[in-house]
């Protein structure tokens, strides 16, 4: 392949992947020497950039606009009725939460959402949910509102069928795994989020890590239950990059995650885990070795994980684990 073949190859990926205006693709290739990595970190901090390929990308025109958002209306409440039509069939709670939803027209409760997951061929159980769940804009397990289902798939390569939301799904899943950079439009409405703005330039598994402590929590409570945390981290903990697993550079492993749940059922009395245990827990995952040794007592670290570490030690020691 040529030269100047190679850089339009180049291009078309760069273009694919964060959708530059040609005029800035250039630009940033050509400042970093056609580099696709070192380009696609330098055009996720160039804001200009990102807001040039923002407004050349999000216009429809009028008619394409109704007729995308016409399907994904029709796709919500296509759900929503299947579940209300199982309602016979269903337990007192499962109808109760139906009857509610059934007065508002706008929201798809769990059984729409299950109905919604049966359409996409995917478990509800399976970790490709999440990034899903945070594009749609999910509040909680299994709940969507209308507005925020229909400007999440248009947001999704605009995703207006189920053979289209099914393609995006498996890219979601590779997006997800790979720590990709969000979607232009979710970043910009980060960035408006002053809660959120610190952090919009962040990969979306961190983003859906952070994502998933709320959208776990039990309804009314501000803490998440541990039998809820334990299973989210079962969940998502093995999508991390820096997860050890075929193919990956991580160095967090499965024995370890397993010593971390019987730390926490065990030891801890059954105590909700707080945000800074959940948020920090992942910055742990990244930095520990095998056996612990290279933990630092002396840095800022929730108690809890000070707690596990020299109660893995010993137990540890003490059972002659393997720690690989």
Known sequence: MSSSAKKEAILRDFRQLTRATPQDAHRILKAHGYRLEAATNAFFSDEQAQLNALASSSTLDKKTEREVTQRLNTL???????????????????????????????VMSIGGALKMCEALEVSPEDVVFLPLSFYLRSPSIGTFTRTDYVAGWKM??????????????EKLRQE???????????????????ATASSANKGLYEKVYEYTYAFA???????LALE??????DLI??????????????????HQLELWKKFLSEHTGGRAVSKDTWTQFLDFT???????????FDAAW???IDDFVMWAKDNMAADGMDTS
């Open 156 to 169: 999704l390569d605009l995703s207006d069928t189920l053979e289209k939301q099914k393609k995006t799904i």
């Open 176 to 194: 997800l795994l790979e720590n990709k950079p969000l979607r232009l439009e979710r970043v910009a409405q980060e960035k408006a989020d002053p």
């Open 228 to 233: 809820n945390a334990l299973a989210f981290w």
């Open 76 to 106: 919500f409440d296509r759900f929503r009725a299947a579940a209300e039509e199982d309602d016979d069939d269903d337990d007192e709670d499962a109808e109760a939460s139906a009857a509610a939803a059934a007065e508002d027209p706008d």
């Open 237 to 254: 903990l093995p999508a991390s990059p820096t997860f050890k697993k075929e193919g990956s550079d991580g160095m967090f492993t499965q």
């Open 302 to 304: 929730p108690s809890v």
């Open 286 to 296: 990244r930095e520990i070795n095998a056996d612990f040794s290279n933990h630092d």
């Open 217 to 223: 929590r039990r309804e009314g409570q501000k803490s």
